[in-house]
């Protein structure tokens, strides 16, 4: 790591349970200052002072919604908040979930699905990318890693998810495209297919299972994720990952 700390953007942080707070929480231990950006500011500043409590450096910057006049916004925030520093790491950890069978979808759905799991993706990865190519190598040979949380509606559709899997396809071919446009400039842009539930306190909530949530075998951590993340960042040039997929151990797709 360079003598200036490294800066790590998360989008997409949820309310602090999840694994957009998890990454930022252990990149935070790892030295980085954690930008965090997500809509809901009061959310965003309890993970940051949980972060700051911890010993680690992070700053809220809360977002009117997921496109790229906010993004644009908060970027510039994020440059002149840590001017010595420069921005090492982007995860975009933000979805709009839709789930209902196709005839009750509406055009509103749809575009909202396409909004925030596509289009803001553009543009969280156009300025992403245009940060990382100022950057010089990393001593592993990286100007940047770029990082995309995906589903399993990533790669399969199904019974209630034609408008949530379209965005989460679409997110994936960004970020396929982007690994084999970028490689060359050593920036390292990955995928990874979340391919079940998250413990995450709305999963909690929605599931209403305490088996499943005791039970590490079945479901997957924040935490965990956010090693995974962690790994994908430290990876040699030499053996770079686009893809990873990530099911709990007893997951039998
Ligand atoms: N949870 C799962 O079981 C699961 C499974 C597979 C894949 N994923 C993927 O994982 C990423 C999210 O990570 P996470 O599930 O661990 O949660 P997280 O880190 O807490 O992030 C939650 C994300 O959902 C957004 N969101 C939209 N409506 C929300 C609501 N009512 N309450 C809370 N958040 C809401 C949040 O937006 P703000 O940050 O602006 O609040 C944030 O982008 C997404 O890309 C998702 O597709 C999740």
Avoid: C
């Avoid at 500043?45 to 949980?50: D, E, I, L």
């Avoid at 071919?173 to 920036?187: C, P, R, T, Y």
């Avoid at 079945?218 to 686009?242: C, F, G, M």
Wanted: hydrophobic share 40%; net charge neutral; no cysteine.
């Amino acid at each position: 790591m360079s003598s200036a700390r490294p800066i790590i953007v998360v989008a997409g942080v949820g309310n602090g349970s999840g694994t957009g707070a998890a990454t930022a929480r252990l990149f935070a231990k790892e030295g980085y200052r954690v930008a965090l950006i997500a809509r809901n500011a009061d959310h965003l500043k309890n993970t940051a002072a949980g972060i700051t409590a911890a010993g680690g450096e992070a700053v809220p910057f809360p977002v009117q919604a997921y496109d790229a006049a906010s993004l644009t916004s908060a970027f510039n925030s994020i440059k002149s908040q840590w001017p010595d520093s420069v921005l090492r790491v982007a995860v975009w950890n933000a979805a709009h979930g839709v789930w209902k069978p196709f005839l009750q979808i509406t055009d509103e759905e749809v575009t909202e699905a396409l909004n925030t799991n596509v289009r803001a993706a553009f543009a969280f990865s156009r300025l992403a990318i245009t940060a990382f190519k100022e950057n010089d190598l990393s001593e592993i040979g990286k100007r940047g890693a770029l990082i995309f949380t995906g589903a399993t509606a990533s790669l399969r559709g199904n019974t209630t998810t034609s408008a949530f899997a379209a965005g989460k396809f679409g997110l994936r071919a960004l970020s396929q495209s982007l690994n084999k446009e970028f490689g060359k400039d050593n920036i390292h842009v990955s995928h990874a297919i979340i391919d079940g539930g998250i413990l995450t306190d709305r999963v909690r909530e929605r599931r209403n299972d305490p088996n499943w949530e005791a039970n590490e075998d079945v479901r997957l951590s924040p935490e965990s994720i956010a090693k995974s993340y962690l790994y994908l960042t430290n990876q040699d040039r030499s053996a770079w990952t686009w893809e990873l997929d990530l099911r709990p151990a007893h997951e039998k797709w």
